[in-house]
């Protein structure tokens, strides 16, 4: 009896510490539960990028759970505001992978916290799909970082051919002082002899000015000048414009990607009229041909809107589309980090609301340069130029 007793309780140890080792794997609260964190800029500089990027991911986590989850794994979300501050990405990322055990990472809403963590996740073996767009998050190639929006470098080829079209080939950069900034300067320096374009002037502003009346006054001095190019995601893109044209200066205004979100048009005013800009077609969804791609770019449109009563952005959709990529990879996959990632990399023709996604070993980005189209401010709506 004795004997009986002692072996049943090494067998229920047994049973107690396999299930204690089920529940502390990464990426499980429970059998049927997915962890999957999110790094998001919901206030701070960059809150028009990461506010539509969190009610974008919560709207698709709410849609896939309520199906029934991917294969019977519910998703839990975790969101770490990080107020586009790299010092808090690093944190929070060391928080999600090492106390939350995530199963991935979304985000973080911006460059400068991206190339920050990325390490730390492929060390980890921690799968991060990027909201961000610096071409220097994906190039080199690491095994378990990826990322959904455009790359700068598209961005800016698209706005070099427009200049191209519109015979100016002089012209003055002003960049905000972010990771984003940086690499979109560098992108911008190194493409502009292909274009025939010469940056006269480049100058850097901080990222939590107010007034940019000096810096306007600095380059409108020289006469050689024929556009400005603003490079930014902060709210300095709309008191750029605002500054420029109380300086009286009728000079084309050209903006990065970064512009892609009506609430900047909102909060220059009269001054945003005639923006120049790249951006994803979603926001300009309505306005598609008919076909597969329209429908499906309206029906993320419809359900955010209707949801949360504001216009959608290109932000909003870098977060969806990576939760669909994640979701996708997890449905052929199923919950294991190593062949999940090597399922993103197998994702072809794949469609999101930055384009059709196409990855590949050597491409964690899976887009082109036809992910971007250009637009322009029009009564104080987007709309795309050559419609």
């Known amino acids: 009896m004795k004997k009986m007793c002692l072996s049943l309780v090494n067998g ?16 499980t609260g429970n059998a049927a539960e997915i962890k999957i964190g999110a790094i998001l800029a919901q206030t701070g500089p960059a809150a028009f990028l990461g ?24 998703i839990k979300l975790i ?7 790299p010092a808090k990405a690093i944190s929070f990322t060391r928080q999600l992978i090492e106390e939350d055990r995530v199963f991935a990472i979304i985000g973080p809403s911006t460059s400068g916290e991206t190339l920050k963590i990325k390490s730390i996740c492929e060390k980890s073996k921690t799968i991060l799909i990027s909201c961000a767009s610096a071409e220097l998050i994906v190039n080199p190639v690491l095994s378990y970082v990826f990322k959904t929006a455009p790359s700068d470098s598209y961005a800016a080829r698209k706005i070099f051919m427009t ?22 300067k560098g992108q911008l320096k190194k493409l502009a002899p292909e274009y025939g374009i010469t940056i006269v002037e480049a100058e850097t502003y901080d990222k939590k000015a107010t007034d940019l009346t000096a810096l306007v006054t600095k380059i409108k001095s020289n006469p050689e000048i024929q556009a400005v190019l603003n490079w930014s995601i902060v709210p300095a893109q709309s008191i750029i414009a605002k500054n420029i044209r109380q300086a009286g200066w009728d000079i084309p205004l050209f903006q990065s990607h970064g512009f892609a979100n009506i609430k900047y048009v909102q909060a220059a005013g009269a001054a945003a009229e005639g923006i120049i800009f790249p951006a994803s077609t979603v926001i300009a969804a309505q306005k598609l041909e008919p076909g597969p791609v329209r429908d499906f770019l309206m029906s993320y449109k419809t359900a955010y ?51 059709e996604f196409n990855f590949s070993e050597t491409d964690h980005n899976g887009l082109g340069i036809d992910a971007f189209a250009m637009f322009t401010v029009k009564d104080g709506q987007f709309v795309m130029m050559g419609n």
Do not use: Q, W
Request: aromatic share 6%; proline share 2%; with cysteine.
């Open 12 to 27: 229920f140890s047994s049973l107690i510490l396999a299930f204690v080792c089920l529940s502390i794997l990464p990426g």
């Open 163 to 184: 200049m191209n079209d519109m015979n100016i080939s002089k012209i003055a950069v002003v960049t905000g002082n972010t990771g984003f900034g940086k690499a979109g």
């Open 79 to 85: 969101v770490k505001d990080s107020a586009a501050d």
């Open 305 to 355: 809107e209707s949801k949360y009563g504001e216009d959608i952005s290109s932000f909003g959709g870098h977060s969806y589309d990576a939760m669909l990529i994640l979701a996708k990879a997890i449905d052929v996959a199923g919950p294991d980090s190593t062949k999940a990632r090597a399922a993103i990399e197998g994702i072809k023709g794949f469609t999101g609301t930055a384009g």
């Open 51 to 74: 506010g539509p990027e969190e009610k974008s991911l919560r709207m698709l986590v709410e849609s896939i759970n309520a199906k029934g989850g991917i294969n019977g794994h519910t």
